[in-house]
């Protein structure tokens, strides 16, 4: 008897659990007014300078991996005190990113972060068009083996036009439950930052860099 009261208190554990990760939805309509506010804001956040830049819609395709951080930077940064490992490898950078999010959102919910990296794939980044954003189809030229190098004098030719400089890649952002911060990481050329935002008044403002590297 005791061990069916045991199962059965574990099973309404585990689906309390599984309930707190599903309770808030992060929609792409959420995303892409997120995407187009903070695009848009060419005074204080400063992504891009103008909507005639070019911004990739291939989410992370053809980004470099985040950068290493020691265990002392990241107490800083974050004010948190967790172990980094200094070295990033395919074993263990999926989980330094997810551990440096999860920090960075004070978000304890892994699962809940780790469900938005999982639905990246599902947002179709061609739909900020709408909003007036310059796509540049990497993405297209990817299915047609177009070299990277190919990519990059496409946009060099364009880029002639405006006077623009290369093309801007990012990561889908990535929020918390209450939906009040926003991881990204951002990369044109070969300068990368990762940022968190923070909504305030009903605004998107820049809170934190996490880590740059410039040009």
């Known amino acids: 008897m005791k061990n069916i009261i045991f199962l059965f208190l574990l099973s309404i554990l585990i689906g309390c659990k599984e309930s707190d990760s599903t309770a808030t939805v992060i929609t792409n309509e959420f995303k ?57 490898s395919p074993e263990n950078t999926d989980l330094n990113e997810l551990e440096l999010i999860s ?7 892994t699962v809940f972060i780790q469900k938005q990296r999982k639905s990246v794939s599902t947002i179709d980044l061609n739909e900020l068009s709408a909003y007036g954003f310059k796509i540049f189809d990497i993405k297209g030229m990817s299915r047609n083996n177009f070299s990277y190098e190919n990519i990059l004098q496409s946009a060099d030719s364009i880029n002639q036009k405006t006077g623009n400089y290369s093309f801007l890649k990012f990561t889908i952002p990535i929020f918390n439950k209450e939906k009040n ?14 940022i968190i935002l923070e909504k305030t008044n009903n605004r998107w403002k820049r809170k934190t860099l996490l880590y740059g590297l410039l040009e």
């Open 32 to 88: 892409l007014e997120f995407l187009n506010e903070v695009f848009s804001d060419t005074v204080d956040i400063q992504i891009l300078h103008s909507k005639s830049e070019l911004i990739s819609n291939f989410g992370r395709g053809y980004m470099l991996p985040p950068l290493s951080m020691d265990h002392d930077m990241i107490k800083i940064i974050t004010g948190s005190d967790f172990s980094y490992r200094t070295a990033y």
């Open 103 to 109: 920090n960075s959102l004070l978000e304890s919910d």
């Open 181 to 194: 911060l926003a991881y990204m990481r951002l990369q044109k050329g070969s300068s990368q930052s990762a």
